[in-house]
């Protein structure tokens, strides 16, 4: 009998400890778990032109194609997402995201070439799955470590500052965008990478990231490790990665927020970007392989009559070894307004400017462009813009955008956001310089 | 005798161990689902960062008693005057069924569940639209219960605080006020 009781007894003792023995196992495993069901639509109705008016003479023939007015229908930086947390105990939580862009207008499938180049070919759908910011990481009391894909800090840090983010007047037409073409270097997202974010310390935080290069050419002429692309765009393949291709990117951001005021200071490192597909006819090594960076320095303040006031400026560089062949250095600003009336009504002003950088490398398709050397490729973008918000959740907006090129610049419309991209290119390709591209949007955007 | 025993203390202490299962919350827009129950984002953001809440909100809480013979089962509750939208956390619900004038938290504390909400349009002749041009509606929650819950005592509380959240995830919270959604939207988007 004393047996029997001790084996019940022993049998409890073993059931208890499935219970409550091995909680600390159990528990990690049993955390509370939160998914996230979030999106984001946005489709305008636009009308642009590339303002091409020169050519007909000599080495400067008249385009060829449509340059003109043209009316369409663009998905704008549209997505869908699942995000979500998982209670790992000591108020830890592994944290995870998996977002995806949505082309609701156009037919899914590998980037427009209009993104980079024409001619360049893209392998990068971007309504695949995961296209857009996704990661697993940990989250706790000393912030997040991450690793995934990722818009870049530096790029982050100001977004909130663009007030036509993804219209035909979004500001990455100059900021953060070196050589003026829809692709904003200095204004991306960074894939295989991994960052920390700290928490907020009295207002004060900081986003740093790293990406490696995972590159087996010696001067980062293939694609990425694992990727489909080659870094940074501009075209896919073993040895053909030449028009912007990077190895290492370093991505830092630190932001000060406190009541009305907004401020950040953020830096950007890609280490030996090749750019020999710029060097055309011009001696070999002039534009090469060599380090490219930008820094900037954004103020956002409310003032107490509704009033927000963005200021931005960027300074870009390119240890490039011969400044006469040199695009991509320059400084950019940008200042943008916007008047709140009530809760429902904004009006947006926005000015963007682009300064000369100290050459270019020549072999353009027309007017100054024609040899390298310094020219003058400054330009202004103006944007006018108005929002209607029905609530929290959905808008409806109308927006102008001028983008006045001096002689040498080719400056677009719509760059690293808005779905249809307007740029310098007749219909066969050729960049025309100087052109002042204008367009009008009317748009309605949807999240939750 | 001897194992019949022991998959029977198994099985109690397998099934204590399950009842401390920890809850699945899946979130589209304002609503939030926890283990199947709905509330608005606001509630259980409440019930989240109270661990006594978090009880409440569970089946099966200690605290959680069967309604006595007699007691409601449903009803209701109804806003005072008409609105734009749904009102601040602090509005007071007229309800019936003896209730009487309660928020949105503490119809939950005592148990209540809120099924839908109903928008009641104003009646002919009553301005049915404010000054921002909204549509006006009294805003009733109906409610129901399965349980009676009473809320321990101060002194009965937990010790221990709740673990500090993680906060805000930053790089989240510019990208989304960076494609033009309202601060409002993204704050609630970006918490950890």
Redesign the interface.
Known sequence: MEK?RT??AG??A???A???GL?SQ?AAA?????????G?L?LSFDVLTKGIAEGGLGQNPPPTGKTGWQPDISSN?SYFGF?G?H?VG????I?F?VETQIDVSATPGPSPVNQASPGNIDNKVQGALASR?SFLGL???F??VKLGK??A?YK??T??M??F??TIGDYNSIMGNTGGDNRAEFDTRLSHAM?Y?S??MGGA?L?ALWAPGQNRSAVNANNASGEPDCTGGGGVGAGDCNDGSYGDALSIAG?YETGPLYGTLAYEYHHQTNRVGDEGTTPTGNVGVADEAAMKVGVQYMFPTNTVVNVILEKMTRKAPNPDFNERQRTGSWLAITQKF???NEVNLGWGHAGKTPGQPGAGDSGVTTNPGSVDNQSNMYTLGYKH?F???A?WYAVYARQQNHAGGHYDLGASGHGITTDCKDALGKCFTGETLQGVSVGM?Y?? | MNRFALAIAAIVCIGASSSAVAAFIFRSGDSVWVDGKRYTWEEWKKIRDDPELVKQSQEGSPQAKPIPPGQPRAASCTTAIYYDEFPSDDERFECTAGLGALTREQILQKGWKVDFVEKIPPSAGQLAQSPRGMPLNLYKLILSRTTVYERPAPSQKSPVPPAKRPGTDTLCLNDCLGSGASRALCESRCNY
């Open positions: 029997r084996r019940i049998a409890i073993v059931g208890i499935t219970a409550f909680p159990v049993d955390g509370d778990t939160g998914l996230q069901f979030y984001h946005d930086l995000r947390d209670d000591g108020g830890n939580k944290v995201q910011n989250a706790g009391g912030g997040a990722t818009d800090p982050l840090s977004a909130r663009d007030p983010s993804a960052w974010e928490p907020k935080s986003s932001v009530g809760d429902a918000h609530d929290k959740k808008n955007m999240s939750f």
